[in-house]
């Protein structure tokens, strides 16, 4: 079979890519729910966003959203930071804590069998955390010797430079979103107590969920879950 390459072929139909919408609830205390099925693998990622972020540091103290949502999981009221990683561990997930200018995101993914006690564990770090001295202390070394080797990245030194050149040091935009040395020395305790204060509510929170759970469970675990947070 020989093909006649002076005849331009039939373009095949435009398959048009539908993106799938999610569904939306409010729970009792003004938290937002979005909500979207996924069949096929027993899996559930979740995500609590926070629109709060960087942008939110006192001029004095930048790195504060930074290291006070890191410090999340690091004790609670119920946990401390030994039997938090150790439940991590026996439910196999992590927690990754992502912070930008505008907002916070705490994500988890899970199998479907484990995801209600992974939510609980998120629920009690965003609502019960009691930012333990101890590991403050630990985090503090942890982040004093990344900000130190900052110095020997030159892509790293223009582009924390860069942001104070353009928007200067003291504007929200202008430090750098883990902080600087001077700063991060300096955090106590009841200034991650306030700071957390001031930015984690169910008001200007987002709870998604995404897998093979039924709605009505969503719901009802969200519910459960944060429904005592204010």
Do not use: C
Request: proline share 5%; net charge positive; aromatic share 6%.
């Amino acid at each position: 079979h020989t093909v006649d390459r002076t005849i331009m072929p039939t373009a095949s139909k435009t398959n048009r890519f539908k993106p799938p919408a999610p569904i939306r609830r409010t729970l009792s205390n003004g938290l937002e729910l979005m909500y979207l099925e996924r069949r096929g693998l027993p899996l559930v990622s979740f995500g609590l966003t926070v629109k709060a972020g960087a942008a939110l540091d006192l001029a004095s103290k930048p790195g504060l959203t930074h290291f006070t949502s890191t410090m999340l999981q690091e004790g609670t009221s119920t946990r401390n930071s030994q039997e938090i990683s150790a439940t991590l561990e026996n439910l196999g997930t992590h927690l990754d804590v992502e912070v930008s200018r505008e907002s916070i995101m705490l994500a988890m993914d899970t199998l479907s069998s484990n995801w209600t006690p992974a939510l609980e564990l998120l629920g009690d770090g965003i609502i019960n955390p009691s930012f333990p001295a101890k590991e403050l202390e630990r985090l503090r070394k942890q982040r004093l010797t990344d900000l130190k080797r900052v110095v020997d990245d030159s892509n790293m030194i223009a582009s924390r430079v860069s942001r104070a050149l353009l928007y200067g040091a003291d504007h929200p935009y202008g430090h750098p979103i883990s902080g600087v040395e001077a700063s991060v020395a300096r955090f106590k305790r009841n200034d991650l107590v306030k700071h957390a204060r001031r930015m984690f509510a169910p008001q200007v929170s987002t709870l998604i969920v995404v897998g093979s759970v039924s709605l009505n469970e969503v719901v009802e675990e969200a519910e459960r879950v944060f429904g005592s947070w204010q």
